[in-house]
């Protein structure tokens, strides 16, 4: 049983479409719980696209230094715990913070608007920065910052869209990566 979960924090290939899943299901049951705060069908799109993105990167990160730890206790860790680590926490507490407090940057609108645009700018800069195979995962930042800034309701709708079909397409590739048992590396060379 211990193998089994070492292989599952160490496979790399499994925690996109496991953090994407997860995401899903959270935001489902923040919206569903949270419907009776009446909020406009327009802060509600901005709070599920903010809770996904923040869940979804809060998550990878998550794995990202489970895997760290758990590969520097077993010695098989290639690179330095004390450039990896910073890495992971980088992405991790801004990402935990904007899930966690998108119900109040979202209700405060105007107060807290600069807030999630930071937030997202820095998890998508910071994802585009470790290597442009990362822009398809630091794109629901720039979709989240676009849908917050404009107010005419097509543009809204528009940006809307495109994020679903950008998600959609993320989750697809993240189910043929997790199907396919290959590592990042071998993926990319298909």
Do not use: D
């Not at 599952?8 to 925690?15: H, R, S, V």
């Not at 899903?24 to 802060?43: D, K, M, P, Y």
């Not at 109040?104 to 608007?113: A, G, I, Q, S, Y």
Request: hydrophobic share 55%.
């Amino acid at each position: 049983m211990k193998e089994q979960i070492v292989a599952f924090i160490l496979a790399e290939n499994k925690w996109l479409f496991t953090a994407m899943l997860v995401s899903a299901i959270i935001v489902v049951a923040v919206v569903t719980r949270q419907r009776r705060q009446r909020l406009s069908r327009e802060l509600e799109i901005l709070r599920a696209m903010n809770l996904f993105y923040g869940c979804m990167i809060g998550i990878m990160s998550f794995g990202h230094l489970l895997a760290v730890t758990v590969k520097a206790s077993l010695g098989t860790l290639e690179g330095s715990l004390w450039l990896l680590y910073p890495l992971g926490l980088a992405l991790t507490i801004p990402a935990w913070w904007l899930a966690g407090r998108v119900s109040r940057f979202v209700t405060h609108e105007p107060k807290w608007r600069k807030g999630t645009a930071a937030l997202n700018a820095w998890l998508g800069i910071g994802l585009v920065a470790l290597g442009l195979h990362n822009l398809p995962i630091a794109a629901p930042a720039a979709f989240n910052i676009a849908y917050s800034y404009y107010s005419a309701p097509a543009v809204r709708w528009t940006i809307v869209t495109i994020a679903v079909i950008a998600n959609v397409a993320l989750f697809i590739g993240a189910t043929i990566f997790m199907a396919s048992g290959q590592s990042f590396e071998q993926f990319q060379g298909m």
